[in-house]
């Protein structure tokens, strides 16, 4: 096993040598790459927003994974709390489905241990239990939620890509509003009913009994068609308001007129 003295990377996957076959290898590798890349897609939103570089320390089973020189030092430390308190646990905000995911695939391969910075996490059933557990709804009230339709199921399992979060939510509907999904697929939509939250605060689903499309781009007005909407009428009657001069009172006394910076200078 390596000891902090060993750790020369941002984030490390380290493999045990006794009785790896290839295809343990092999799927490790794969898991390691596909975390990385879920970690930074729960921080940045897209995973090409950073680049990793892995290199195998010599003598070892250290994969160690460092990013481009020219990426953020903030992003690159938000990605290793992600990391950091998501083996630990505790779901912050950005934690996702596609972490678990992945630290699920390494735990099935003996004495794996994932490195942040020098500490040492083993990866577990017992972690990813752990994990997935911090990802459960914890409570639920009536809202919507807005995004795009991204996934469509014959089990009335639906998907709403969340831009806000970065993240898809799932969405069941009434059997009613299933053949009118079609039509909706990769639409902008707003969801309402029950949404489902977990205990930080980020929706995990959403029991829909509407779904309503957002207008299309050439069904929106155009600047044509707002163009004199503040009609002069519309405007105030003092003359101060118009020019940009308002009127400061404090305490019932009054105090001279002041121009704002709208007005410009005199």
Request: aromatic share 4%; with cysteine; hydrophobic share 35%.
């Amino acid at each position: 096993m390596a000891v902090p003295s060993d750790i020369d990377a941002q984030i490390t996957l380290e493999l045990s040598g006794e009785s790896l076959t290839s295809g343990e290898l092999r799927k490790s590798i794969d898991a390691f790459d596909g975390l990385l890349g879920a970690m930074t897609r729960s921080v940045c939103r897209d995973d090409t927003s950073v680049e990793w570089f892995v290199r195998v320390k010599h003598g070892s089973l250290l994969f160690c994974a460092d990013p481009e020189e020219t990426a953020d030092p903030d992003v690159i430390d938000e990605i290793k709390l992600v990391a950091r308190r998501s083996l630990e646990g505790r779901p912050p905000a950005v934690h996702s489905d596609d972490v678990v995911k992945h630290v699920e695939a390494l735990s099935g391969i003996p004495k794996t241990r994932l490195w942040v910075g020098r500490e040492g996490h083993d990866i577990t059933d017992d972690v990813c239990r752990t994990m997935k557990a911090a990802l459960r709804p914890a409570y639920a009230i009536p809202g919507s939620v807005e995004g795009r339709l991204s996934t469509l199921s014959e089990h009335r399992d639906l998907a709403i890509y969340e831009p806000v979060w970065g993240k898809r939510i799932g969405c069941a509907v009434p059997d009613e509003l299933l053949d009118g999904m079609r039509h909706l697929w990769r639409r902008r939509v707003t969801a309402r009913g029950v949404v489902h939250y977990r205990s930080d605060g980020v929706p995990a689903r959403i029991d829909a009994e509407s779904v309503e499309p957002f207008p299309d781009d050439d069904e929106l007005p155009s600047h044509m068609d707002v163009l004199g909407i503040l009609r002069a009428e519309q405007c105030p009657n003092d003359p101060r308001d118009v020019i940009g001069i308002r009127t400061v009172s404090l305490s019932g006394s009054s105090r001279k007129p002041t121009r704002s910076k709208r007005a410009g200078r005199s």
